[in-house]
């Protein structure tokens, strides 16, 4: 998954809760709601094996898993509708599967525990929750992924906006004067004072500092070194 090729479905199915009963089928026996489709994108997403044969029939429907309490889906159901190549894979029943969204970390695991392991320096741990990893992957789960995904669009746009305000400024090395817009007005730094002003001319500024400096130097008071060293007079 890259930032520009995020499915719009991907949210809603992080935070979709699932194995609840169905309230159609509530008498039904598989009416257990773990059933997601993507083209629907309905509010309820999640729902039984009784709605897909009467609403989802002709739909693209994942299934959900449960492992240990936690929710999971098979490779081979999302390999071909979702860039999944930096996520953590597991085998579980002999179905390889991902997980949907972080799962919490027992006490002495996580960052504490990598930075107290001896093998810490050859592990691989999640970017996003710091879980430590089986293989070389960047992500644990579908969420930490989606995290991670939108941290480096973010990271993007910060450096986008700071190259942009770069090439704004402009500074000329022979006088030490940066400008905004190339035409002496905006932000101006002058002479060997530091003198900075918000808007103006180039020309003026420089001026008033030198004039400055003139002045300074008429002010300054002129202090005479005594001549030689004081010696007392010879008696006679």
């Known amino acids: 998954m890259k930032g520009e090729f995020v499915p719009p479905w991907l949210e809603l199915l992080l935070s979709t809760q699932f194995f609840n009963t169905c309230t159609s089928h509530h008498n039904s026996p598989r009416n257990e709601c773990n059933l997601f ?3 629907c994108q309905a509010p309820e997403a999640a729902f039984c094996y009784y709605c897909r044969s009467c609403h989802h029939s002709s739909h693209r429907v994942i299934q959900i898993r449960r492992s240990s309490y936690h929710d999971v889906v098979k490779v081979s159901e999302l390999e071909d509708i979702l860039d999944i190549s930096n996520v953590q894979t597991y085998v579980i029943n002999s179905a390889r599967v991902v997980f949907l969204n972080e799962r919490p970390q027992l006490r002495g695991c996580g ?3 990598i ?12 970017e996003t929750c710091s879980r ?3 293989d070389a992957f960047r992500f644990c789960s579908l969420g930490c992924n989606l995290i991670g995904i939108k941290n480096d669009v973010e990271t993007v746009v910060a ?11 402009k500074i000329d090395g022979s006088n030490g004067t940066a400008n905004t817009n190339g035409t002496g007005k905006g932000i101006e730094i002058c002479g060997n004072n530091g003198t900075i002003a918000n808007t103006g001319n180039e020309d003026e500024i420089c001026s008033d500092a030198s004039k400055n400096k003139e002045i300074l130097s ?15 007079a010879p008696f006679f």
């Open 115 to 126: 930075k107290s392991s001896p093998s810490s320096l050859s592990s691989y741990n999640c």
């Open 37 to 39: 489709c993507i083209d």
């Open 218 to 232: 008429s002010t300054r008071v002129v202090r005479h070194r005594r001549k030689g060293i004081p010696r007392r």
């Open 159 to 169: 450096n986008d906006g700071i190259a942009h305000n770069d090439k704004d400024i």
């Open 111 to 113: 960052v504490l525990a």
């Open 132 to 134: 430590v990893l089986l």
